[in-house]
C-alpha cells in the first residue's frame, strides 16, 4: 500500500508540473499577443528582441512540446516577428533538451542535401552564411525532430497552436484592411493582403501578402478539418476556423488557395468514405461551406470574386508561370553541373540570370540542387514520414493523417517550398499533423486504414 501510495503522489505532482507547464506557457503566448496589440494597434515602438526574449523563456523553462508548439504559433506571424532568429534558438533548446537523439540512416538525406547547399555557398562569391542558414533551416529542424525518439509530442496541441496564430493573423490582417475603409474598397485598390501596405516592413508588423495568406489559410482549413474528422477538438470552434480560413483565403485572391482548399475538400470526402459517420460529417461541412462562400461572395467578399474572376480571364491563366517554367527548365539542361547538383537555392534568379523566381517547388528543387538533390529531397520527404509514424503499427495507420501534408505539397507545385522562408515554416504542420497519429488511442478510422 505504501509503494502505490508514493506511486499515486509522484503521479499527481508529474501531472501538475504539466499544468503548470502549460499555464506558464499560455502566460507567455498572451504576453507575445499583448506586445503585438501594442505594437501593430496602439502604435508604440516594441523592440523585436522583446518577443525574441518571450521565446528565449519558453524555450528556456518549458518542455520540448511548447518549443515546437510556440514555433507552430509563430508559422502564420513569422513576417512580423523575426521567425529566422526565433527558429535558430529553439534549433539549440531542442538538441539540449532531448534525452536520445538516434543518428541513423533517415540522417543522410537532410545532412546530403545540407552539404550541397553549403557547397554551392561556398564557391559563389554572392552567396552568405546567413543566407545558407535561412535556407537549410527548416529542413534541420524538422530532421532534428523526426530523429527525437526522446517522448511524444504533444502534437494535437502543436496543431491547435498554429490555429491560434491563424487567428492571430486574421485579425492583425483584418485591422490592417480596417484601417482602409471597407473590405470592397481595399479589394477595389488592387492591393494585395499586406505586402503592398506595408512595404518594406518586415519584421516590425503582422501581415501577410496573398499568396502567403493563401498558404496559411489552406494550411488552417486542412488542420482543422483533420482534428474535426479525428474528433480532436471543440468541433464549433474549428469549424468557425475553416470558415475563416476560406474567407481570407478568398479575400487574398489567391488562386493556389482556391485549389489548395477544393482539394482539400475532396481528400476530406474521400478519406472518409470508409467510416459512415466521417463521409456524412465530411459531405455536411462541404455544403455549409459551399453555402456560407456563396453568401460571402454576394455581399462583402464581392470584390474578391471579381478580382478572382479576372485573373482566370487573362489571356495566360498561369500569370506568366509556363514561361517561367519554360525558361528553367531550359537552365537545368543547360549544363551536366546544373543537371547533377543544380546551382544552389541562395540567389538561384540571379545565377540563372531569371525576371523572377521559380513557381513550381519541383522545379525549385531541381534548378537549386539538381537530380541528385531531387532524389535527396524525395528520400527526406519519405524518411519524415516513416519517423512520423514509427510508432504506429502499419494496420492502423489512417490515411486521413496525411491530408495537410498532400494539402501542402498539393499548394507547393504552384508556389515554392525552400526558396521562401515563410513558405517552408509549414513543414513543422505537415511532420506533426502525420505523427498525430501515433497519439491518438481508440480513433475511429484506424482499424479500416481510412
Known amino acids: 500500500m505504501g509503494v502505490s501510495k508514493e506511486l499515486y503522489i509522484v503521479e499527481q505532482q508529474n501531472q501538475y508540473a504539466v499544468k503548470k507547464g502549460y499555464l506558464a506557457f499560455a502566460y507567455l503566448i498572451c ?46 506571424l513569422g513576417l512580423g516577428v523575426s521567425y529566422n532568429y526565433m527558429q535558430m534558438i529553439a534549433l539549440l533548446f531542442i538538441l539540449f533538451k532531448s534525452e536520445r537523439i538516434e543518428i541513423g540512416k533517415a540522417i543522410l538525406f537532410p545532412f546530403l542535401i545540407v552539404f550541397i547547399e553549403l557547397t554551392h555557398s561556398f564557391f559563389s562569391p554572392i552567396d552568405s552564411l546567413g543566407g545558407f542558414i535561412r535556407s537549410v533551416m527548416m529542413i534541420i529542424l524538422v530532421a532534428f525532430l523526426f530523429l527525437d525518439k526522446s517522448k511524444v509530442y504533444d502534437y494535437r496541441f502543436i496543431l491547435k497552436m498554429y490555429l491560434l496564430g491563424f487567428v492571430v493573423l486574421a485579425f492583425f490582417s483584418l485591422y490592417n484592411i480596417s ?46 478539418l483533420l482534428l474535426i474528422l479525428t ?6 470552434l474549428l469549424s468557425l476556423i475553416v470558415i475563416l480560413g476560406f474567407a481570407l483565403g478568398l479575400m487574398a485572391t489567391s488562386r493556389s488557395f482556391v485549389f489548395s482548399a477544393m482539394f482539400c475538400l475532396m481528400l476530406s470526402i474521400l478519406f472518409s468514405a470508409k467510416n459512415p459517420k466521417n463521409l456524412m460529417r465530411s459531405l455536411a461541412i462541404a455544403a455549409i461551406l459551399s453555402l456560407v462562400i456563396i453568401l460571402l461572395v454576394n455581399t462583402v467578399l464581392s470584390g474578391a470574386y471579381a478580382t478572382f474572376n479576372k485573373k482566370m480571364q487573362m489571356a495566360d491563366i498561369s500569370n506568366g508561370r509556363f514561361s517561367v517554367f519554360a525558361f528553367y527548365m531550359k537552365a ?25 523566381s ?8 531541381l534548378i537549386a540542387w539538381g537530380s541528385i538533390g531531387f532524389l535527396l529531397v ?18 492502423r495507420r489512417a490515411l486521413i493523417f496525411l491530408m495537410p501534408a498532400l494539402v501542402y505539397l498539393f499548394r507547393a507545385q504552384l508556389a515554392r517550398i525552400f526558396s521562401v522562408g515563410t513558405e517552408a515554416l509549414p513543414l513543422l504542420i505537415v511532420y506533426c499533423s ?17
Not at 333 to 348: C, V
Not at 378 to 394: C, E, H, I, S
Open 31 to 76: 504576453l507575445f499577443v499583448l506586445l503585438l496589440l501594442f505594437r501593430d494597434v496602439g502604435g508604440y515602438p516594441v523592440s523585436k528582441y522583446f518577443f525574441i526574449g518571450i521565446a528565449g523563456l519558453i524555450y528556456l523553462f518549458g518542455e520540448q512540446t511548447h518549443i515546437v508548439a510556440f514555433l507552430a504559433f509563430i508559422t502564420p
Open 179 to 224: 484601417q482602409l475603409g471597407s473590405v470592397d474598397k481595399f479589394l477595389e485598390m488592387g492591393t494585395t493582403l499586406g505586402k503592398n501596405i506595408l512595404a518594406g516592413r518586415e519584421g516590425t508588423r503582422i501581415f501577410a501578402g496573398n499568396n502567403d495568406m493563401g498558404l496559411f489559410a489552406a494550411m488552417a482549413v486542412a488542420v482543422s
Open 231 to 236: 474528433n480532436q477538438g471543440n468541433k464549433i
Open 332 to 356: 537545368f539542361l543547360s549544363e551536366p553541373k546544373i543537371f547533377l547538383t543544380g546551382m544552389g537555392l541562395q540567389n538561384y534568379v540571379i545565377k540563372a540570370n531569371a525576371l523572377e
Open 358 to 365: 521559380v513557381h513550381n517547388a519541383v522545379q525549385e528543387v
Open 378 to 395: 524525395t528520400g527526406f520527404f519519405a524518411a519524415l514520414y516513416q519517423n512520423a509514424v514509427r510508432l504506429v503499427p502499419k494496420k
Open 434 to 450: 502525420i505523427a498525430l497519429n501515433s497519439q491518438i488511442a481508440g480513433w475511429e478510422g484506424k482499424e479500416d486504414g481510412s
